[in-house]
């Protein structure tokens, strides 16, 4: 298939080079043009703006990391919307607020476009190894057509519903899953530690109690104190939980968890750890408790 | 060895039974008699009192059910305390209040008994198929000899601490873990369900992202309102939490997200659900996002 | 002064109104022309459109119901900011998001025009009565020079900050402290009764305790269980805290106590409940004590 | 009447001067001898133990610290309990917790004694000066025989209802809306300061808004950061709200507002915060959001 790919982060660069290696012709953009021309020696042509990366494209993916992006990118002069051909797709995998999806929605429909969204879960690693676990939202006939080229990217792909919005709302809702988690690990290893206890026994049973391999790599950033690199940085975390509580809000849904959730964050960015690993919210649970680190 | 095995419940039957089964002499002692007796073919004999159970014991357990059992059964007339013999060993399994612990602690010193907090993670099919994760505390010695007997409980045995009670602390924490992630799901299983998405998908995906089989489990149970017969009672979970935010208050160690789970737990007391399984702390969400169940 | 008021509902008809009957030229505009009309008796001028109105103002005030209102009706075409000659003050007294008063703040200082936020606290026989609480956030001399006016409307004047926003900060912290007094009521209240004792009594002392209006008011509601008709409606009250959420969000101040309100009334919201009076989140708190109403 | 005082401490010894001025012959006891000898210029009789105080009293008050303390002196050897003659009234005005309180009444229903538990709103300002807002618990002729007592030590006497442990846990509510709306001026405190802003210009509009000595007294301490000598020690606040949530625990009444109090404060003994006054809370919100003190 002719596809087009813009945002060549630490994301789409990888998820780019997998549809280019599985005999997909690939016209990409990037906003720093080096990491697009990175991949001309796997076969990428390299554009010049969305839309003319988008030309000629039968279906068009875009990565890109916040709202601002995706408004500029998808909505703004020479964007996405302004360059695919009618009947074309645009897959949306970007981790998005809702009510910007929404309007994504009906932009597109308005140019006689097909829209998917279609975020993942997984680290840039995952990526690469195309393990990634695929959402879509969209119309199911489109959904259905588009399903090889998902495949392409991870391991699992899921049909959320047909309104594009609800696979954004699910991702959200995975991010907080993952969050809660940390937030939970951050307050038992305070009270652990302030019972005078090991942190690392508390990790090893857990990491044999629930046999999961989330809980076995974020759990253990905590106990080692590995912040650095993020690999999710915090403030994308909070950014993800605001988005939430945003989206819950509009649908009067309660969430007392994630809530909790973004006082501790907020709490993180008061104290400087905006960058830091989002596993870092155990260091609030800690200082609360009057510990150190 | 010569053991005592105090309280055959759905936990305490088939742990003693393991013990027989690995070639010990153990006598046997439960209020209800009739549940000792069918222990009988297996090797057992059946005592008339905690007391005579331990009157000739090395190393005698107990796995009760709560603090006013254990209060009766160890330090009553007849009582364990009152018929173990000096220097041996007691080992408490029941998840009791970290207080009790302590003073169970205390007593057995003044009695020149040794004594270990060996709770367990795990449900009766575990138990019955050795596969209980067993925690220890109390004495390294004595935890180093009697661990022999431990792994013929379970397929994990963790030294946590000299301190017999931070086993307990550790087992409520992990307790707290899983309670944190079925109120979590509850949250995000009603966040779905307003946005007009389905509960089975989003399970799913959790399942695929987490890859543990507590997850499963649990999620699984949430999505099919498959509440009864209760694995773990939702009003023994909502004692483990108040045991946590006993413990924790002790020690000034804050929990927030522990202090949600409780106003869940006791919302869903005040609605009926104290015999369901705990995992229906989901309907409580679900009712406060305005859905039925 | 030759002044402009725009927005005359509930508040700003009898805010308007005491201008006029304090001496001052006052023309008016209203979306509803018939309300506009209402005032002529008092001597005020009916204008088309709010350009129309401020066309010859010294100052101009606007009291309107949420941001997409005040979007229009100052920004909009024939809105004030196109209307006011330069030099002229705009007076906001809405009650709307620190996002937005950042916005009219510069869209102001490009037009040459002073900008003061002046939100208000009270009802709306306070607003005919004088009794107002008027906050003034902007810059000082302009502040100064247009203190006699707004006390023309109130019992009291506070001067916040040079930022006009910080003026909206305040006020939404205040809408803050008077929901966590309902909030808080809520749950004692439906403690008491579950203790089988009576609200009246609880009531009462709280009155004797705090000898506050505000604990009068609220308080003697939620025992008669009057929400209707609202003096503020709950789905105002939710916009409120929504917006106090969004501006300490931005600022990084967690606000734990804030979100808990933020659940109850969404909560409230999925179970009908956005046009009674706000008090009405004590309901909640009684549902989820499994008592009625 | 004939009446004995147990315990002289802050609140006791005013209280226990007053029934002396007016009129009545009081026999008191004291753990410190001294304190109780400083009251015989007014015409005390002093006692050395609570029996022996009691022993022709025709009601015996007690004002003590903490339910250790209420054990020791109402049910101990030489206890109150232990001296009353039958048909005397012990009136406990204590703030001891909800079990406590059912214990002494089956204690003293056995021992042929009326109880009333009479806990009292006020400082030892307000004991001296007859200003206390005093709860009765109890059988109802008890309390309207007892009535004119109680009047000599307050500006109010609310009769809660017929079972003792009632009014203990209306004073708890009581101290929980306190601790609430010390909690919620410290969280819009730290908004306030982290926007800019000026936390004397906050209080002083919830000053006029809410028009309450207790916000005024509060919030004053609050802004002028006035944590010492404590009015009330932060310590005894986190017991009233553990005893708090014990008691609705029992009754299955969910308290989200409380529990976050609960951790705020968990925090603040966590920090060292324990003798300050209990509105030094604010403190840990300030901290939450990265701001100083």
Not at 14 to 25: D, E, F, I, T, Y
Not at 187 to 205: L, M, Y
Request: some cysteine; hydrophobic content about 45%; glycine content about 10%.
């Amino acid at each position: 298939m002719k596809l087009a790919f813009i945002g060549l982060g630490k994301m789409g660069f990888p998820m780019a080079r997998n549809l280019l290696l599985s005999g997909h012709q690939v016209t990409v953009y990037n906003r720093t043009r080096e990491k697009a021309e990175r991949l001309e020696a796997d076969g990428a042509i390299v554009a010049n703006s969305p839309a003319e990366a988008c030309s000629s494209a039968e279906a068009a993916f875009s990565m890109l990391s916040d709202d601002k992006a995706a408004v500029e990118l998808v909505l703004g002069v020479d964007g996405i919307a302004a360059g695919l051909p009618k009947n074309a797709v645009h897959l949306s995998a970007s981790t998005i607020s809702v009510g910007l999806v929404r309007r994504l929605t009906e932009e597109h429909a308005r140019a006689g476009h097909d829209f998917l969204s279609t975020p993942v879960f997984g680290r840039p690693d995952a990526a690469a190894g195309r393990k990634l676990i695929v959402l879509v939202g969209g119309e199911s006939p489109v959904a259905d057509q588009m399903r090889p080229l998902l495949e392409a990217l991870g391991r699992a792909v899921f049909f959320v519903g047909t309104e594009p919005w609800q696979a954004n709302l699910l991702k959200l809702c995975g991010n907080f899953m993952i969050a809660s988690m940390m937030g939970s690990f951050g307050e038992a290893f305070a009270a652990i530690r302030k019972g005078g206890g090991d942190q690392r026994t508390f990790f090893e049973v857990m990491d044999e109690l629930f046999g999961s391999p989330v809980y076995k790599n974020y759990g253990g950033n905590i106990v080692d104190q590995k912040f650095e690199p993020a690999g999710f940085e915090l403030k994308l975390g909070l950014k993800d939980i605001h988005q939430l509580l945003a989206a819950t809000g509009e649908i009067n849904s309660p969430m007392p968890i994630a809530s909790v959730l973004r006082d501790l964050l907020i709490s993180a960015m008061a104290n400087n750890q905006g960058t830091l690993d989002w596993s870092s919210i155990a260091r609030i649970s800690a200082r609360s408790a009057g510990l150190a680190g």
